[in-house]
């Protein structure tokens, strides 16, 4: 009967070096300090900056709870008839306002407005998040040179209203947090019709409805296309 034997090798398997599987390693070690250093970033900002963002939010809701259609309704401007109700005088201050209420807005100009100013507008609950996502990373680039806000039309109510024009972090969160506020108070109409009754169309123009008496001496509904895109332009 013959011996049968086993070999066993007592020298280690020395391993092959993989520089890929290495890399993945590294890159997997320096996203996950990375992930850790933001978190303490982070940290360190909600400390620093949550109280200041608290009252920034209180502010906002304080503001809209008192706030009402008639803050949006500027003095307008007195006209004088004669006896055959024929427009022989115009009184006014520095602005020129003829309100517009929303019912007579022509679709036409709420369809130029928003294509025009804010596509979202339907659709949004005050801010388009990724229209102020852009504008942010714009301001990173270039702070000095900046050409696009990512303002909504609610928040260009907040801003022409209730808020100073200077371009700062600060003025523009307050802008948001009241724009929130705002579109849970007033409707789209409401909101729609609060803006285009308050823009500023120069030589003391406020308010689309005295632009169109302004620049073509008519009203509203009777704009013509061409006449209701040089004014929304």
């Not at 066993?8 to 993945?24: A, T």
């Not at 025009?116 to 270039?142: C, N, P, S």
Request: proline share 1%; hydrophobic share 40%; with cysteine.
């Amino acid at each position: 009967m013959s011996d049968c034997g086993v070999i066993i090798s007592s020298g280690r398997k020395k391993r092959r070096f993989r520089p890929f599987k290495f890399l993945v390693k590294c890159i997997s070690l320096v996203m996950f300090l990375g992930i850790v250093a933001a978190l303490i970033f982070a940290y360190h900002l909600y400390k620093e900056y949550s109280p200041v963002v608290k009252g920034y939010y209180e502010d906002a809701i304080d503001l809209v709870r008192k706030s009402s259609s008639k803050d949006f309704r500027a003095e307008q401007t007195s006209y004088i008839y004669d006896s055959s109700k024929k427009q022989i005088a115009k009184l006014k201050l520095d602005r020129d306002i003829s309100y517009v209420s929303f019912e007579d807005i022509p679709q036409r100009v709420i369809d130029a407005v928003i294509s025009i100013e804010d596509k979202r507008f339907w659709e949004h609950e005050g801010v388009d998040w990724l229209a102020t996502a852009k504008a942010g990373v714009m301001y990173l680039q270039d702070s000095s040179d900046i050409k696009r806000g990512g303002s909504t039309i609610t928040q260009q109510v907040v801003k022409n209203q209730y808020l100073s024009f200077e371009k700062s972090i600060e003025r523009k969160l307050k802008e948001i947090l009241i724009a929130l506020q705002m579109e849970k108070k007033y409707t789209k109409k409401q909101i729609l019709e609060f803006y285009l009754n308050n823009i500023n169309y120069s030589n003391g123009y406020y308010g689309i409805g005295a632009a169109a008496k302004g620049y073509f001496n008519k009203s509203l509904k009777d704009l013509s296309l061409e006449e209701i895109a040089f004014l929304t332009a």
